[in-house]
């Protein structure tokens, strides 16, 4: 039974997930995003309307599409997944891996432009049209292609005059991530619009609590509150997760009960890898480019070189605390009006370049990990 709104400043719900093309690579990719610690979801006034929307009759998305958006992390694939598979039971498709298609919007472009090649569009188009619940995940990694945008734009159209329920996550407002065209915004906006947020206040310690019961921690709730109290307020599920393992660690190891010791380890793991290692980055950073880490450290001029050296240069700034004089020294002996230039212009190249976005986001991931 969930909490009523007066007993409890949080709700929580089990999470139901549809069945996917075994085969798909996108089902693959929607299975492990939508994994979580928790086979619920614990939502507080930070997420009372996704709570809300995710439990009502799913006839809410049936005539216009749904757009969640949220930062990395915050359960926006987990959620539209949820909705996707009460759609689907709702239609009698419960047990059907075909009646819910998932795809990233970059796979969809990249599905696109190899249909224009091969001039045999009209399958991919009635795979969109022909789904009976479609989900379009990480729409702002579709940026920057214009055609696929117009593409996706028709399509969501016509699901929507065919009352195709459509749902869609993104990590911003279409209409605020630069190179989306205002068409495709507009489609995705048309209907409900769901802002999503970490877990935060009174839902972070109930994850918190629950996290330490699925590993058999008995935490006081003293205990429970310096944890909280210790680490960043904008992290994910995943990352508390991890606060509890390093917790449950440190009891295993020195074979005692939960302490303040335990929980300042846990709080002292997850500072040490908010400052990461300009090694670490570049290793990163080039496996994802397919470079050697000598070749970001190098004078190269070579194009490719140039952009992976300037993404590292990026998340060097945004993960630790090295001046620009640093981080300049490390990649080439650079001085510090360079490396801001290659920030810069990398930062605005991210809002243009969706697979220079995607390595961006992988990188971060990684590096969170």
Known sequence: MNPSPAA????????????????????????????ASLPFFISGEENRLASFVAQSDPSIAMSQPILMIGPTGCGK????????????????????????????????????????????????RETIDDAAVLVIDDLDSIAGKKAAQDELSNRIERRIAAGKPTLIASKRLPSEIRSIRPQLASRCVIG??????????ESRLT?????????GLELSDDLIGLLDAGLR??????ALDSAIKQVDLFCRMNQSPPDVAAVQSAINAAGQRSEID???????????????????????????????????????????SSSLDKIGAYFGGRDHSTVLHAIRKTETLLEQDADLSRMM?????????
Request: aromatic content about 4%.
């Open 8 to 35: 409890s400043k949080t709700e929580t719900f089990p999470l139901e997930r549809p069945l996917l093309r075994q085969r798909s690579r996108d089902a693959k990719l929607a299975r492990q995003r939508a994994a």
């Open 77 to 124: 694939t987990a959620l539209v997944l949820h909705l996707a598979a009460r759609i689907a039971a709702s239609l009698s498709l419960g047990g059907d891996a075909t009646a819910v298609k998932y795809s990233l919007a970059s796979d969809f472009a990249r599905e696109y432009a190899e249909a224009v090649a091969a001039d045999d569009l009209p399958p991919l």
């Open 192 to 201: 409900l619009t769901i802002p999503i947020a970490y877990p935060a206040a």
């Open 207 to 215: 994850i918190l609590r629950e996290l330490a019961l699925l590993r």
């Open 233 to 238: 307020s904008d992290i994910s599920v995943l």
């Open 278 to 320: 300009l090694g670490q980055i570049t290793r990163i950073v080039a496996r994802i480019w397919g470079h050697r880490t000598k070749d970001l450290r190098s004078g190269s001029r070579k194009q490719s070189v140039v952009r992976a050296r300037s993404l590292a240069m990026l998340l060097a700034r945004k993960f630790t």
């Open 361 to 369: 986001v992988e990188a971060t991931e990684k590096l969170a990990a």
